[in-house]
């Protein structure tokens, strides 16, 4: 970036910030896609799909920009897949992750046609008791290992 370039950069961002006042969030949409791209010619070849983990951002316009690029949702609140559907994204490009939730919060995924995923022994048994395999769900294996509880994921010192 030249030395124009920079002062017309941070002319933009303080004409932004007295239009809008601070704090202000301010995402660079160009960096956003070449990040995705990168991602995606990485696994060039590969049947993969990409899902925006939506608790990292929930702006609407972020979300929506996603979704024109391609991306899947991973959401792990109704809320976020509500958000997720207001964004454009269809219910069967939505994977529902939620964790110790109620099972009603299951239920309403099912009734939105969205991905489920379910890490949880009892849920999948409540789940498979209501349904059968009438509807499609994942299995997220939790091992519960945390840092340093197994040896292949401890620091190691020197």
Not at 2 to 21: N, P
Not at 35 to 44: C, I, M, P, R
Not at 67 to 87: W, Y
């Amino acid at each position: 970036m030249s030395s124009t370039e920079a002062e017309l950069s941070q002319q933009q961002l303080i004409a932004v910030a007295k239009e809008f006042g601070t704090p202000v969030y301010i995402y660079h949409a160009e960096t956003i896609a070449r990040q995705y791209a990168k991602l995606k010619d990485a696994f060039k070849g590969v049947n993969a799909r990409f899902f925006y983990a939506c608790k990292a951002l929930t702006n609407i316009n972020i979300l929506k920009y996603m979704h024109q690029l391609g991306a899947n949702l991973d959401c792990v609140s109704m809320n976020e897949v509500r958000l997720g559907m207001m964004a454009g994204f269809a219910p069967e490009n939505i994977l529902f992750t939620p964790n110790c939730v109620d099972f009603g919060e299951y239920l309403e995924a099912k009734d939105l046609g969205v991905c489920i995923n379910i890490d949880n022994i009892s849920i999948l048994e409540q789940f498979g008791n209501r349904f059968g395999s009438s509807y499609p769900v994942c299995i997220r294996l939790n091992p519960h290992i945390m840092a340093g509880g197994n040896f292949k994921i401890c620091l190691r010192q020197n």
